[in-house]
C-alpha cells in the first residue's frame, strides 16, 4: 500500500479550507425535488386565482376584439401594456415564489456560501487528459445512469396514466372550458406528484452518493494529518485558543469541588482559597480551589450556597495562595493556623447539627 495512501477523515481545518475554495457537499437533486414539490403545492393553492384573472382578461380581449376600430400605434401599445399588465398579475407572484425557493433551498445545503473561486480559469480544465478522466469518473457514470433512470420512469408514468385516462382526455373535448381546463391541471398535477415521488426516491439515494462521494474526496493521508497537526500546533493564535480552554475547563473542575471543601479562608473581597482535610488521604489540607477578585468571590459565594464554613484571614488567605498550588498540601509552617480554624469549623458543625 502506497505511504501515503488517503485513508484518514477530514480534520475540521480541511473542511473549513474546502469550504473556503468552494469544494461543498451538495445534492441538486434533492433541491430539484423538494423545489418541485412545494412549486405546484404553491400553484395548486393559487391557480383559481390565476384562472380567474386570465379568464377576465380573455372574456375582455374577446368582447374588445369585435369593437376595436382604432388600431393606432397608440391603441395597439395600450392594449399590449394592459395584456402584459395581465400577464404579470398572473405569473410573477408564481415565479418569485419559485425563485425564493429555489434560493432558499440552495442555501440551507451551501450555508449560503458565495466563493468566486469556482470562477476562476484553471488549466486542469482545458487538458484533454483530464477532460477524458471526467468522462470516466465514477460520479458521471452515477449521473448517467440517474438521468437514463429519470427519462424512463418519466415516459413511463406519462404512458400509464394517459392509457388509464384516455378516456376522459377525450371527453374534454364536450366539457366546458373551466371544467376542460380544471381536469387537465389536476391530472397535470397528479402527473407530476407521482414522479416527483419516484425522483425523491432516486434524490435520496443521490444524497447518499454526494455524501459518500464527497467524503472520499476531502480523505487525507496519515501524513497531510501529521503536517496539519504540526502546523496547527505552532500556531500563537490556536495555542492561545488551547490554553483559554484548558483553563477553564480546570477552573470549572476546581468550582465542582468547592462545595466538598471544609472551610474557605478569605480576604474580605481579593483572595479566597478552599481548603479540604481528609485524614485517611492525606497528611495535612489540600488546597482545592483558590482564586482573585472574581474568581474568590465565586468560589466564596459557592460555598456558602453550598453551606460551606468561610472564615476571614487575611494574611493566612493572602500566603496560602501564594504559596500553594492547586490540588496540593498547604505548606507545614501554616498547620498550625490551619489547624485551630478546622478545629473550630469542626465544632461549629457539631453545635449546627
Known amino acids: 500500500m502506497a505511504a501515503d495512501s488517503k485513508t484518514e477523515k477530514a480534520t475540521p481545518k480541511k473542511r473549513r479550507d474546502e469550504r473556503k475554495e468552494g469544494n461543498i457537499f451538495q ?17 395548486k393553492l393559487i391557480f383559481p386565482g390565476i384562472y380567474e384573472t386570465s379568464g377576465n382578461f380573455m372574456k375582455r380581449f374577446i368582447s374588445l376584439a369585435g369593437s376595436i376600430t382604432d388600431l393606432s400605434g397608440q391603441s395597439v401599445g395600450k392594449y399590449g401594456m394592459e395584456f402584459l399588465s395581465a400577464a404579470a398579475r398572473t405569473v410573477l407572484p408564481f415565479a418569485c415564489i419559485c425563485m425564493v425557493t429555489g434560493i432558499v433551498m440552495h442555501g440551507i445545503q451551501t450555508r449560503f456560501l458565495f466563493t468566486s473561486k469556482n470562477f476562476r480559469p484553471k488549466l486542469n480544465r482545458i487538458s484533454p487528459l483530464q477532460g477524458i478522466k471526467r468522462i470516466f469518473a465514477l460520479k458521471n457514470a452515477i449521473e448517467l445512469v440517474k438521468n437514463l433512470l429519470k427519462v424512463i420512469v418519466l415516459v413511463a408514468i406519462i404512458y400509464t396514466l394517459l392509457k388509464q385516462d384516455a378516456v ?6 364536450d366539457m366546458s372550458i373551466s371544467a376542460s381546463a380544471a381536469y387537465t391541471f389536476d391530472m397535470i398535477i397528479s402527473m407530476i406528484l407521482r414522479v416527483s415521488m419516484v425522483f425523491a426516491v432516486i ?3 443521490d444524497y447518499l452518493f454526494q455524501w459518500w462521494d464527497y467524503e472520499r474526496k476531502i480523505k487525507m493521508s496519515k501524513q497531510e494529518v501529521k503536517e496539519e497537526f504540526k502546523q496547527t500546533e505552532g500556531n500563537p493564535e490556536i495555542k492561545g485558543r488551547i490554553r483559554d480552554i484548558q483553563k477553564q475547563r480546570a477552573r470549572s473542575r476546581m468550582m465542582q469541588a468547592v462545595p466538598n471543601a471544609d472551610v474557605i479562608i478569605r480576604n474580605p473581597t481579593h483572595f479566597a482559597v478552599a481548603l479540604s482535610y481528609d485524614t485517611e488521604k492525606n497528611n495535612a489540607p489540600v488546597v482545592v480551589a483558590k482564586g482573585v477578585d472574581e474568581l474568590a468571590l465565586r468560589i466564596v459565594r459557592t460555598g456558602e450556597e453550598n453551606h460551606v464554613a468561610v472564615i476571614e484571614d487575611r494574611p493566612l488567605a493572602r500566603s496560602l495562595y501564594a504559596e500553594t498550588e492547586l490540588n496540593r498540601e498547604i505548606p507545614s509552617e501554616y498547620y498550625g493556623a490551619v489547624a485551630e480554624i478546622l478545629v473550630y469549623v469542626y465544632k461549629l458543625n457539631k453545635k449546627m447539627r
Open 27 to 43: 445534492s441538486s437533486d434533492v433541491v430539484n425535488v423538494v423545489f418541485v414539490f412545494l412549486s405546484f403545492y404553491i400553484l
Open 168 to 173: 376522459n382526455v377525450i371527453r374534454t373535448m
Open 203 to 205: 434524490a435520496f439515494l
